[in-house]
């Protein structure tokens, strides 16, 4: 194992990630290499991954791992600096600490016990883009997949009867057998997954036709999934027995469908806060009005107050987005973006005039600034 690449640079993260760190890098590049991926699908580079997110995510197997590297787990081998008490036994998997022991006080004996029983498949992750006002108000969506499904004509056995199932002869049907090979400390007897059942302790003599053996058939469909209202952009829903396949009839994984909301014309989402630029005509913001503006689930009235300045922001309790769990709205902010004209005509000229005129030449925004300016 010594021209293997380096987990933590498999899945591109420090070796202080945290598990939900270690989880989501794993999740990004299995969807990356996936083989059903017809971009990028890297089969070897997806086993790649997964060997390393099993690892690095078990905190006993990475423990392990930070110590020893991939020496702690190859058989019959020793740590690093020679001590043969600290490491190399491969306590990431199913080990017997009682047969570990008896090798070094007269047994001669250790025993990994192979993973011969169902196992759960791993989780799946697809992404998916949804319209902003879809996660505010939720909707069912649709998607194809293409997953394992258990073949409804042998329930998953692989035979075409249940007498075609015979115990393998090979291991007595307890799916391992024992080899013996030399070691630092002598003989030492192992249990290795049987390579004629492989693992499964029965073997068919004649195969289920519809899935030719397998116990499963490769099918497509379309699932429906519901938006939840509420969802942020990243956030993932959660479809049960949608990912991949078990081993040895175990159950299969779930798909995580994570969510990329399309960005609105107008409503900015910050948290559960929405925030909208609103137009405001300047004589509207000197002399105040009530307008109706639009919110995330509807019109309502708001008062912009006489004297308004360009940029002040209005605040509006409990006008944004209602919370995904606790149903409790955000609030929204209003941005006001006063506009001056470009354009006037004679008449309205003539009334800015008088405007101006009846101001006084001291009390002008430019009089009082070169007053107190100073060079």
């Not at 390393?52 to 423990?63: E, G, P, R």
């Not at 499963?216 to 942020?232: A, D, S």
């Not at 004679?346 to 800015?352: N, V």
């Amino acid at each position: 194992m010594a021209d293997k690449r380096d987990l933590y640079e498999t899945l591109g993260i420090k070796k202080t990630a945290s598990k939900d760190e270690i989880k989501s890098a794993y999740r990004k590049l299995a969807k990356k290499f996936h083989p059903d991926n017809k971009e990028t699908g890297n089969e070897a580079k997806f086993k790649e991954v997964q060997e390393a997110y099993d690892i690095l995510y078990d905190t006993q197997k990475k423990s392990a791992y930070d110590q020893f590297g991939w020496a702690a787990f190859e058989q019959g081998a020793s740590a690093p600096g020679g001590n043969p008490f600290e490491g190399g036994f491969g306590f990431g998997g199913d080990v017997d600490l009682g047969d570990i022991f008896s090798s070094f006080f007269g047994g001669g004996r250790r025993t990994a016990r192979p993973h011969t029983g169902p196992r759960r498949g791993n989780d799946s992750i697809m992404r998916v883009k949804v319209n902003f006002m879809d996660t505010i108000s939720g909707r069912d969506i649709e998607l194809p997949l293409t997953i394992d499904e258990t073949c409804a004509q042998c329930h998953g056995s692989g035979a075409k009867t249940p007498k075609d199932i015979q115990t393998c002869p090979n291991c007595a049907g307890h799916g391992y057998v024992k080899v013996t090979r030399r070691s630092l400390f002598g003989m030492v007897e192992q249990q290795e997954v049987c390579s004629r059942c492989e693992g499964k302790g029965k073997i068919i003599t004649n195969n289920c036709p519809k899935c030719n053996g397998r116990g499963f058939n490769r099918v497509k469909k379309t699932i429906k999934v519901h938006i939840i209202p509420g969802i942020n952009n990243g956030q993932q829903i959660r479809v049960k027995g949608m990912g991949q396949r078990g081993i040895n009839g175990g159950e299969n994984g779930d798909l995580f469908v994570e969510v990329n909301v399309k960005p609105h014309n107008h409503f900015k989402r910050e948290g559960n806060d929405i925030h909208l630029k609103l137009p405001v005509d300047f004589f509207n913001a000197i002399l105040g009005i009530n307008v109706e503006i639009p919110t995330v689930y509807g019109k309502v009235s708001l008062n912009i107050p006489a004297g308004s300045q360009p940029g002040q922001v209005i605040r509006m309790r409990g006008h944004g987005v209602k919370d995904l769990r606790s149903k409790r709205p955000g609030d929204q902010y209003v941005h006001l973006d006063i506009k001056m004209p470009s354009s006037l005509n004679r008449q309205q000229k003539d009334m800015l005039r008088k405007y101006r005129d009846a101001i006084k030449k001291d009390d002008t925004l430019l009089a009082k600034f070169n007053k107190t300016f100073k060079a």
